[in-house]
């Protein structure tokens, strides 16, 4: 088993909702409707705030874009 020093950390990029809406270019509803939809990467909870893995909106988009392209997603 790996110890902590030993374990190479990534540093997680998260996103406000401000920030997810901006590089999405949908409004707040809409983010919410896909989300209660299950389209869209569920945010983290931490603290009052919710806060979306950059990792998950990128891979999101790169998704329908595929889809968009008519390539499996």
Do not use: C
């Amino acid at each position: 088993m790996e110890t902590l020093s030993e374990i190479e950390l990534k540093p997680v990029q998260l996103m406000q909702v401000g920030d997810v809406l901006k590089l999405t270019r949908i409004g707040k509803s809409k983010l919410y409707t896909l989300l209660a939809a299950g389209e869209f990467p569920k945010p983290l909870k931490l603290g009052k705030q919710n806060l979306w893995l950059l990792r998950e909106v990128h891979a999101h988009i790169e998704a329908a874009a595929l889809a968009r392209d008519g390539s499996p997603a």
